[in-house]
């Protein structure tokens, strides 16, 4: 099969502003749930471990009914490109660090021999998610790109180590998404933790953009303005800006065609 006729794929993770912390009575207007053609696989889906797609995005698929900026974004590429359907895997979880000393239970960390158990690698479970969508699609998903977000767990004032170490860290955390997927240049988009944050770091703050000024293909969005909800979390209208940036992001860098919205000017490194 040509690659054109591929499934068009977006694969999401990270922590709780990914995983979802607006509640679903604050979705943005033009969003309504399901959003059909949103064919949806994520940790916490029916039959995720067995690559399972639910053919569209219900409330029930969302943490506890409540919605992250990557919904807006999934929106935007059914409402404003020529694509009649968007396939995401996804594995996210409130909470988690990248470096085992960081905070949390579950670990995104590539070493896995550092954890007490398989079970509490995250990227271990990406991945097998990943992979078993792949087999059950016959090989037909074409992975653009990659959503993330995640930090607050390896912050300083938890673990040092985690903070000094957090660059290298989140390098092997792409580097190992990339080789699941098969592409070493897979672009990933991402996005700082707001300064308002009760968990901001500006020791990571500065890991992820040397990292993103030294990888062309890995493009963060600067979320240092980012209103809360909570001492943590985006609320409705940064969660919004942060979608719809991340969308405007994938037509700027030809990932795929489409009409950009219209937000304010924001860095992107």
């Known amino acids: 099969m040509a690659e054109k006729e591929k499934y068009w794929t977006i694969i999401s993770a990270g922590q709780s502003n990914m995983d979802g912390r607006v509640p679903i009575a604050e979705l943005p207007a033009g969003i309504s749930l399901p959003l059909a053609h949103c064919h949806y696989c994520s940790n916490l889906t029916p039959g995720h471990d067995q690559g399972v797609f639910q053919s569209s995005l219900r409330p029930a698929d969302l943490s506890s009914d409540r919605w992250g900026f990557d919904l807006v974004t999934y929106n935007l590429l059914l409402r404003q490109t020529p694509l009649t359907d968007v396939y995401v895997i996804k594995c996210a979880e409130g909470g988690t660090s990248i ?30 998610m990943i992979q078993q969508c792949q087999q059950v699609m016959a090989n037909q998903l074409a992975i653009k790109a ?18 000094a170490h ?72 940064s969660a919004a800006f942060f979608g719809e940036q991340a969308f405007n992001c994938l037509i700027a860098k030809g990932i795929v065609s489409g009409q950009p919205v219209s937000v304010p000017t924001v860095t992107v490194y």
């Open 166 to 237: 957090y660059e290298e860290n989140l390098a092997a955390v792409f580097a190992r998404c990339r080789e699941v997927v098969g592409n070493p240049a897979l672009p990933i988009i991402c996005g700082t933790v707001s300064h308002h944050s009760q968990q901001y770091d500006p020791q990571v703050e500065h890991a992820m953009i040397r990292l993103a000024q030294a990888d062309p293909n890995i493009h963060l969005i600067d979320m240092a303005a980012g209103t809360l909800l909570d001492p943590y979390h985006f609320d409705a209208a």
């Open 99 to 128: 470096d085992p000393s960081g905070d949390g239970d579950d670990h995104w960390t590539t070493d896995m021999a550092a954890l007490s158990s398989p079970r509490h690698s995250l990227l271990r479970q990406f991945t097998h």
């Open 146 to 163: 990659m959503l993330w977000h995640q930090g607050e767990a390896d912050r300083g004032s938890y673990s040092a180590t985690a903070a």
